[in-house]
């Protein structure tokens, strides 16, 4: 399809485990965030890309998690050790270089740490 | 830093009426503002953006938003209100800079519509 495509919609995992989400950004769209929705809350921050490189990962929660996007397309967000409190929805938004074109969001890795 | 604040955590309109989802930001010199509408269990779908220029923004869906510099608000209007249009909006805000950059979000709006 045309859209930001993640996988998987749905991940359970046990406290203590390591997980792995997708992002599959829009073709040709050179960046690419990931972000954080809590439950009855806005998405917030965690990492952005620009083609392969990390330009900014002030978001990130703890050194449990990490991102990467090694060929400048798809992207991976892992979480080590996961704790309760990873429990959320995480959102990969891709857009253009250029500063004025809006992100474009896909429908969301719901993460439940049980 | 910057930061947007969606006073109202719900807004019920009948269908037919006219709808306002409020919108305060605050980010270093001139912003770049989005509206986004999520359905439930899906990701966040683009309504409308202010980069320059006019002040009244058009968009998707028959949504407009107002730009006001001296009030830094940003509010969300539709003439007439659909029983569809339900959903939960958020508002967002980046510093006007060249290139992309993270965007900070309003905690949303749930829009309820009613017959």
């Known amino acids: 399809g045309a859209g930001v495509s993640q996988s998987p919609r749905y991940k359970v995992a046990k406290r203590g485990q390591d997980v792995a989400l997708r992002c599959d950004p829009i073709?040709?769209?050179?960046?690419l965030f990931w972000y954080q929705q809590a439950l009855g809350q806005g998405p917030e921050f965690l990492t952005y890309?620009?083609?392969?490189?990390?330009?900014?990962k002030s978001g990130l929660p703890s050194d449990r998690f990490f991102a990467e996007r090694p060929e400048g397309s798809v992207s991976t967000l892992k979480i080590q050790r996961t704790q309760q409190e990873d429990s959320a929805v995480y959102l990969c938004?891709?857009?253009?270089?250029?500063?004025?074109?809006?992100?474009?969001f896909g429908d969301g890795t719901r993460l439940s740490i049980l | 830093a910057q930061s947007v604040a969606q006073p109202e955590d719900q807004v019920n309109v009948a269908e037919g009426n006219p709808l306002t989802v409020k919108c305060t930001y605050s980010?270093?010199?001139?912003?770049?503002l989005f509206w986004y509408v999520q359905y439930p269990n899906r990701g966040l779908q683009f309504l409308l953006k202010?980069?320059?220029?006019?002040?009244l923004v058009k968009g998707s869906y028959g949504f407009e938003a107002e730009f006001n510099k001296s009030q830094t608000s940003f509010h969300l209007k539709k003439p007439s209100a659909l029983v569809s249009d339900s959903a939960l909006y958020f508002c967002?805000?980046?510093?006007?800079?060249?290139?992309?950059?993270?965007?900070?979000f309003g905690t949303g709006t749930r829009l309820q519509v009613t017959l």
């Open positions: 938004a891709s857009s253009f270089r250029r500063g004025n074109q809006p992100q474009h």
């Open positions: 073709s040709g769209h050179v960046s």
């Open positions: 890309f620009q083609n392969e490189a990390q330009l900014d």
């Open positions: 980010v270093s010199g001139n912003p770049y």
């Open positions: 202010y980069i320059t220029g006019d002040n």
């Open positions: 967002a805000v980046r510093p006007n800079t060249g290139t992309a950059s993270k965007l900070t």
